[in-house]
Nanobody, 118 residues
Framework: QVQLVESGGGLVQAGGSLRLSCAAS????????LGWFRQAPGKEREFVAG????????YYADSVKGRFTISRDNVKNTVYLQMSSLKPEDTAVYYC???????????WGQGTQVTVSS
């Protein structure tokens, strides 16, 4: 099994940038496609970005395309989400998880809070 721990969230002004990290334990990290999801207050959790096992293929929600970049380092067992041109509507708790396409699989971590002020 893979356990995932998110970090890197914080408070940033609109237009700013943040990089989220998700560190994984377990030897099978490179076996899985991974994704980032987010949940804003009062809203359902939504898919943000995904990356395949090798890191060659990435895909994004329309709302973040061109602003966010997902990447992974299979040596460091870490997946990243580089977020740029942040907007107040990006404010949410961000989670990483094993995915199949845009569908989450496995357990959720504690997430990391991102707050974008206007």
């Amino acid at each position: 099994q893979v356990q995932l721990v998110e970090s890197g969230g914080g408070l940033v002004q609109a237009g700013g940038s943040l990089r989220l990290s998700c560190a994984a334990s377990g030897r099978t990290f490179s076996w899985y496609d991974l994704g980032w999801f987010r949940q804003a207050p009062g809203k359902e959790r939504e898919f943000v970005a995904g990356i395949n096992r090798s890191g060659v293929s990435t895909y994004y929600a329309d709302s973040v395309k061109g602003r966010f970049t997902i990447s992974r380092d299979n040596v460091k067992n870490t997946v990243y989400l580089q977020m740029s041109s942040l907007k107040p509507e990006d404010t949410a708790v961000y989670y990483c998880v094993i995915v199949y396409g845009t569908s989450p699989q496995g357990d959720w971590g504690q997430g990391t809070q991102v707050t974008v002020s206007s």
